[in-house]
């Protein structure tokens, strides 16, 4: 395999990073606080570059996504460090695990509630379904499971959220080739 030149790996990453910014910004809205935002991204960021080879070129995002979460875990494990020295020195009260944005409805603060009732990889699993628009297939690249593994947590997870909100109708259904390339 050919090495690239400086200026080809540049390249590639400026494109990489101008096309992954703006759904990395809206995944990372949504599990960090607005002031660790910045921060993430740029780590992410750090690690597209340092690992420019290992992306796949055809589909970036799923790679990306999962690359985030792993500096996501991250920063909650530095920031939980840091909350418990904080609190043993007695300043500061722990915040809820599930950030959600500011400014949101009473619907949107029970469908956050919703979530949070979920395990942690089930929350994820919806999340990257509802919030960022990805396939089993994709959003088995991020966490990690199984395609088929992720098709079961999703299902499953749509019914906890339908009877956690109280509604009867499952939260809209997949589409049956969902996640799949056209021949």
């Not at 703006?22 to 570059?49: C, G, H, K, M």
């Not at 098709?151 to 509604?167: C, D, M, P």
Request: charged share 30%; hydrophobic share 45%; aromatic share 4%.
């Amino acid at each position: 395999m050919e090495t690239m030149s400086d200026a080809d790996q540049t390249a590639r990453f400026t494109a990489l990073a101008h096309d992954v910014a703006t759904p990395l910004r809206r995944y990372l809205v949504r599990r960090v606080s607005a002031a660790a935002v910045d921060d993430v991204v740029a780590e992410v960021l750090l690690v597209l570059w340092r690992r420019l080879a290992d992306v796949p070129p055809d589909d970036p995002l799923p790679w990306t996504y999962a690359v985030a979460r792993g500096c996501v875990a991250n920063a909650r494990r530095a920031e939980q460090r840091h909350l418990r020295l904080v609190d043993r020195l007695g300043r500061l009260e722990r915040r809820p695990a599930l950030l959600a944005p500011e400014g949101q409805s009473d619907a949107d603060a029970e469908v956050h509630a919703a979530l949070a009732g979920l395990r942690e990889v089930d929350r994820e699993v919806v999340t990257l379904w509802a919030w960022e628009g990805l396939a089993p297939r994709e959003i088995a690249t991020v966490t990690g499971l199984t395609p088929n593994a992720v098709s079961i947590r999703l299902h499953r997870a749509k019914k906890a959220l339908a009877r956690e909100l109280g509604k009867n109708a499952p939260l809209g259904g997949q589409v049956p080739d969902e996640g799949r390339r056209p021949r």
